[in-house]
């Protein structure tokens, strides 16, 4: 099994696990976990090929849902299960598959601005880990070095620097933490959703869209409900894709309602 690497914040509460989208690490929700102390303790996961977790040879939404699942059940006191789980983009299918394939470890479920579905435009993923690969790291001698080395093919200033975030400095340099090699060539299966074979979770289930996200329609609702009966879907707007650090506030405001309701 993948060795998976977790940060804990908070002490007390019940428990939430957070999965990070494609480029992302864990400690990206470390500002919407503290927000929600002392009511809720958060588990920041980084998923297999990202963070500090290891890479694999394959990419399989079935196998980071499995490993998850069992850092979770590994990492957890059996007093704060099941717990409740968020996932965005990347991590929202693979919260999904998880509470599929194991719902005994689940509450309650967020899905943040993506479907259970294929397809998707990933062509914007394969703008950015394309001018990724492309840096000449061997010429790159500062962080402020690469972000203006990317930002031609990047003029976003927030976009670069949330990629950046992913470049680590090693002894013989800098070094991109994500598997870029493996997640490009895994696009396609990225954008792709796993047969689930006739599963259901019947935990309840908040859907959260960005209003200016083409992630999520509503369209995709009857498959959201035949996949997770007891689901809602919440349209924040003035958000994008990245829902939780475009609108931090509305979304901590949401998963604080969800989680309380009876």
Do not use: C
């Amino acid at each position: 099994m993948t060795d998976i690497a977790t940060r804990l914040i908070g002490s007390s509460g019940e428990r939430i696990v957070f999965l990070h989208g494609l480029f992302g690490r864990g400690k990206n929700f470390t500002s919407i976990a503290k927000a929600l102390e002392p009511d809720y303790s958060s588990l920041l996961v980084d998923l297999p090929n990202h963070g500090d977790s290891d890479w694999t040879d394959e990419f399989s939404y079935i196998d980071m849902a499995d490993s998850v699942a069992a850092t979770i059940a590994e990492v957890t006191d059996p007093d704060d299960l099941p717990v409740h789980l968020v996932g965005h983009s990347l991590g929202g299918k693979v919260a999904m598959i998880l509470a599929l394939r194991h719902p005994e470890l689940i509450n309650r479920l967020v899905v943040v601005d993506i479907a259970p579905t294929a397809g998707g435009s990933l062509g914007v993923f394969e703008h950015l880990l394309s001018s990724l690969a492309e840096l000449d790291l061997d010429q790159i001698e500062s962080r402020t070095a690469a972000d203006e080395a990317l930002q031609e093919k990047i003029p976003e200033a927030t976009i670069r620097g949330f990629l950046l975030q992913n470049l680590r400095t090693t002894s013989a340099g800098y070094a991109w933490q994500p598997n870029l090699t493996l997640l490009y060539e895994s696009l396609p299966d990225i954008g792709d959703f796993p047969d689930t074979q006739e599963a259901a979770f019947d935990g309840s289930v908040l859907w959260i869209a960005g209003e200016k996200s083409d992630y999520v329609s509503r369209d995709d609702l009857p498959l959201m409900r035949s996949l997770f009966p007891r689901t809602t879907l919440l349209t924040v707007k003035g958000s994008g894709h990245w829902v939780h650090s475009e609108k931090p506030q509305t979304f901590v405001s949401a998963l604080q309602a969800f989680f309380a309701r009876a």
